[in-house]
């Protein structure tokens, strides 16, 4: 099964607002509300950042929201700040016979 | 609160068997809820799922890998467990452990071990 499909790459300068899609299927992004996005900083262990499309752990800034329609879950950063330059991974539930990552999107903060 | 401690050698050799190994602390694995999951990143490349066991012992592996792959657990020293044989340098990788929610953060990787680099090289 192919990775969720994510752009390689979003950039945005400070105080802006960007958005990173994950394209799935219906077996998963659009089968379930079971998407969660993840912050990579170099050198770093994953961090969860949305669970089940658009909750937020409670240490996580409201300036980072989710959402999804249809089988593309979006992942919103509002106000960039410069520590947000990181990678960003989306995970969905899926039907199939695996687990499923996107490819990541590499943010940068100009 | 709960943290993961991967542990393992950092340098294998081609046709080895890996053996990593998952301590969990402020949780019990036996409690129910999550699935203890193995997951990999190739150098500067994305997220591989590998595999999990959850509490009742049953374990879900990533087809691609299913054939050298064994994850166990030790529910009496709080810790599970990776085997991943005849290693190619392909499996080259950081590998985390990781805890997935079943009912609670359901569906999502809540709390990551720190990973740990494995490198497969004769």
């Known amino acids: 099964q192919s990775a969720l499909t994510q752009p390689a790459s979003v950039s945005g300068s400070p105080g802006q607002s960007i958005t990173i899609s994950c394209t799935g299927t219906?077996?998963?992004?659009?089968?379930?509300?079971?998407v969660s996005w993840y912050q990579q900083h170099p050198g770093k262990a994953p961090k969860l950042i949305i669970y089940e499309v658009s909750n937020r752990p409670s240490r996580i800034s409201t300036r980072f929201s989710g959402s999804k329609s249809g089988n593309t879950a979006s992942l919103t950063i509002s106000g960039l700040q410069a520590e947000d330059e990181a990678d960003y991974y989306c995970?969905?539930?899926?039907?199939?016979?695996?687990?499923?990552f996107g490819g990541g999107t590499k943010l940068t903060v100009l | 609160q709960v943290q993961l401690q991967e542990s393992g050698p950092g340098l294998v050799k081609p046709s080895q068997t890996l053996s990593l190994t998952c301590i969990v602390s402020?949780?019990?694995?036996?409690?129910?809820?999550?699935?203890w999951t193995w997951i990999r990143q190739h150098p500067g490349k994305g997220l591989e799922w590998i595999g999990y066991?959850?509490?009742?012992?049953?374990?879900f592996y990533n087809p691609s890998l299913k054939s050298r792959l064994t994850i166990s657990a030790d529910m009496s020293k709080n810790h599970f467990s990776l085997k991943l044989s005849s290693l190619t340098a392909a499996d080259t990788a950081v590998y985390y452990c990781a805890r997935e929610g079943d009912t609670a953060v359901q569906g999502a990787f809540d709390i990551w071990g720190q990973g740990t680099m494995v490198t497969v090289s004769s």
């Open positions: 066991i959850y509490y009742s012992g049953s374990t």
């Open positions: 995970y969905s539930y899926t039907s199939s016979t695996t687990r499923i």
């Open positions: 219906s077996s998963d992004v659009g089968g379930y509300n079971l």
């Open positions: 402020g949780a019990s694995i036996s409690g129910g809820g999550y699935y």
